[in-house]
């Protein structure tokens, strides 16, 4: 069985008919490099991109492998990773044909598409979304194939007319510079048809798309946020992305992304937020709701008989957690950093501070053995913020000074005494 090659513009470039042998090739190659090399034309500018697309036409046609595949899908084959062990990404097929030269691009001007483009949106939610789940219509715009001309792009019978430009081909070589001297040839999409090897007169377009093939359209999907949910995780809508005639459609994802909470923090399954408590609450105990929850809940608790709260100390109220995703039956556990509240100036001023001595455990005594030199300093309040402040400026005022620093202190050549 003898294989028709569905392109043949490569054997083209050399000369060749598709049945030619290796021999033949490397012959043709070989007398047409010489013709049309850059150094024996220096008049012809031309001559640098004729030079290099039979470059690498030999170089595809010369390997068996290549040249089969090339044969049987033609360079779609080659740029779609599709057969003969081909790799998809182009870069990878000219790192195979010509080592770092970087002298070609051979790609398509456009990548045979099997399904259409995804679509990815950030949706921002809250904490109580996540905590309680939630449906949402959203008012979305997309394309759609035309239903007055079924994609075509045509008005009526109209039939697209073969692109002059890229010969139907859907690609041009243009030359590129890209080192002094040095040229480079690229096949890229042709932009008088768009990479499609034909175009339709103004006058046979389709009226409601303008040849377009697509139209916009006004659509309202409905997305579920599910309990439990974590941060960044893409609720995919398949296949209701962007049209296009001929390919499935893309998909829409949307991507969750949670918002700051003011009171919660959110690890996992498991919660954390700040619960003030009296000084009082603190000595001799509580029993009332601490906090309302992310479904609107009180949270009421008790602290055992006699237990004494420290300022900073944390409990945890287990199952008050977050949802577990895929199964909200199951929740995390809810951590509180209980913080004292003390009594303000106001407070003390109207109780008898005499009886409340008595009742509060003895003030520490002096220090033993006192220092010797004892000080008196002002009480003074403070801003933690502005730690570590107080001697930039002058830092930065004595910049000037550093060259005469010389690691001695003194700014000057250490003397030489005699011993």
């Known amino acids: 069985m003898v294989l028709v090659p569905v392109e043949t513009e490569l054997y083209d470039v050399l000369g060749v008919p598709p049945s030619a042998s290796e021999n033949d090739i490397k012959k043709a190659y070989r007398k047409k490099a010489k013709e049309h090399h850059p150094v024996s034309n220096p008049n012809d500018p031309g001559a640098a991109q004729k030079f290099q697309e039979m470059a690498a036409a030999y170089e595809i046609l010369s390997d068996p492998n290549t040249r089969e595949v090339y044969d049987r899908e033609g360079m779609d084959g080659l740029t779609g990773g599709r057969g003969g062990g081909m790799p998809a990404d182009p870069a990878e097929i000219f790192a195979q044909f010509f080592g770092n030269a970087n002298f070609f691009d051979f790609t398509a001007g456009a990548p ?6 995804n679509t990815e949106v950030p949706y921002d939610v809250t904490l109580e979304d996540l905590y309680n789940g939630k449906s ?19 008005r009526g019978n109209a039939k697209p007319k073969e692109c002059s430009r890229c010969e139907s081909k859907g690609w041009i070589f243009t030359q590129t510079q890209i080192a002094p001297s040095q040229y480079g040839t ?23 798309c303008k040849g377009e093939r697509t139209v916009k359209e006004k659509t309202r999907q409905e997305i579920f946020v599910e309990k439990g949910m974590p941060d960044g995780y893409r609720i995919v809508l398949t296949g209701a992305g962007d049209q296009e005639p001929g390919i499935p459609p893309g998909d829409v994802i949307f991507k969750i992304k949670t918002a700051q909470h003011p009171t919660f923090e959110r690890s996992g399954s498991d919660l954390l937020t700040n619960v003030k408590i009296t000084l009082s609450e603190a000595l001799l105990g509580f029993s009332r709701i601490l906090l309302t929850h992310l479904d609107g809940r009180g949270i009421r608790v008790s602290s055992p008989p006699g237990k004494v709260v420290n300022p900073g100390q944390s409990i945890k109220l287990r199952g008050e957690g977050m949802p577990a995703f895929k199964n909200p039956d199951q929740k995390g556990d809810l951590y509180i950093v209980l913080e004292v509240e003390m009594p303000d100036a106001e407070w003390i001023r109207n109780v008898d501070t005499a009886a409340l ?42 910049d000037d000074d550093d060259d005469d620093y010389d690691g001695h202190g003194m700014g000057a050549e250490p003397e030489c005494r005699p011993q």
């Open 112 to 117: 045979r598409k099997h399904k259409g483009e």
């Open 136 to 154: 949402v219509k959203i008012n979305m715009e997309k394309e759609v194939i035309c239903t007055t001309c079924n994609g075509s792009g045509a």
């Open 186 to 208: 690229m096949r890229t999409k042709c932009p008088d048809c768009d990479g499609k090897g034909s175009k339709l007169r103004e006058k046979d377009r389709c009226k409601k």
């Open 357 to 398: 001595a008595k009742l509060l455990p003895p003030k520490k005594a002096q220090i033993d053995p006192a220092p010797e030199i004892v000080d008196e300093t002002p009480f003074e309040e403070a801003d933690l913020e502005d730690f570590g402040d107080g001697d930039e400026d002058d830092w930065e005022d004595d």
